[in-house]
């Protein structure tokens, strides 16, 4: 579970889901992944986005084994305390897995609680303390009633009342629903979804690639400089090294990213390349 909830921040279930799998047969406890060195959890991360996130399961493994007799503990307040665990994981966490009366708010619960209850198009653009209110007054008192509460609001959200398109014929409370009363106002802004060609994160995710599949350190050179033989990188870098060359980036930029990479932890010098932390 915890596993699954980090893997889906920002990432869409079609993605993770094959990840997942593959990430829980490699690693089917905490222990087994806190064995492994950090730079193995970005390595089958795989092409999620994000990889920080990696690096913070990892570290989360670490912790449940020395601080939690190797089980991911059941109450908010410790898993709130895990690296990498926000406010939300640790009550979904806490809710769907361990069956504990939690205000979990993600998206689509905010969604579902703008349009049936506000009368509002849409959420605001970031949680207010108003919103974790309200659905805290929400949520039925019964412990096993809230754990349904929860993941059934959150389905409605997901699969009912979409973002951009939702199903009101089919929603199950559409005769309650404040939004539909008001006539359907439009939002009071456009959500805005993040770019990708050409910007830090798209090259940031192009060195990565290479890295994930060097089995030894790749040398500087070989970012900055695409050698005359496309042939290069016989351990099996070569093809995602032309892909980062044919981003044809500017010097400037390649360099951002290979500076950020290394201070956010996700990849190390050592012996005049790059590779994954160890």
Request: proline share 8%; charged share 20%; net charge neutral.
């Amino acid at each position: 579970m915890l596993v699954s909830e980090i893997m889906l921040q920002q990432t869409p279930v079609v993605r993770v889901l094959p990840v997942w799998e593959e990430w829980l047969r490699r690693w089917p406890e905490p222990a087994d992944l806190a064995r492994e060195p950090a730079g193995e959890a970005v390595r089958h991360w795989g092409r999620l986005g994000y990889p920080r996130r990696a690096l913070r399961l990892h570290a989360a493994a670490v912790a449940i084994g020395e601080s939690h007799g190797g089980k991911v503990p059941a109450s908010y307040p410790e898993l709130l305390g895990l690296p990498g665990v926000g406010s939300y994981t640790a009550a979904a966490v806490a809710a769907f897995a361990y069956g504990q009366r939690e205000t979990v708010v993600d998206t689509n619960i905010r969604r579902v609680h703008a349009r049936l209850l506000s009368g509002a198009a849409l959420p605001s653009q970031s949680l207010t303390a108003a919103e974790m209110r309200l659905a805290a007054q929400v949520m039925p008192d019964d412990v096993g009633a809230s754990v349904r509460w929860n993941a059934s609001v959150m389905e409605l959200g997901a699969l009912v009342c979409t973002a951009r398109a939702p199903k009101c014929g089919e929603c199950p409370v559409r005769s309650s629903c404040a939004w539909l009363a008001a006539g359907e106002p439009t939002p009071t802004y456009t959500p805005k979804g993040q770019s990708w060609h050409g910007t830090d994160r798209q090259v940031r995710g192009a060195v990565m690639a290479v890295l994930r599949v060097a089995d030894a350190p790749v040398p500087q050179d070989l970012f900055r400089h695409a050698p005359v033989d496309l042939g290069f990188g016989t351990d099996g870098t070569g093809i995602p090294l032309a892909a980062l060359h044919r981003l044809n980036c500017a010097p400037e930029q390649l360099e951002r990213a290979l500076t950020g990479l290394l201070s956010d932890g996700l990849a190390e010098l050592h012996l005049g390349g790059f590779r994954l932390p160890a």
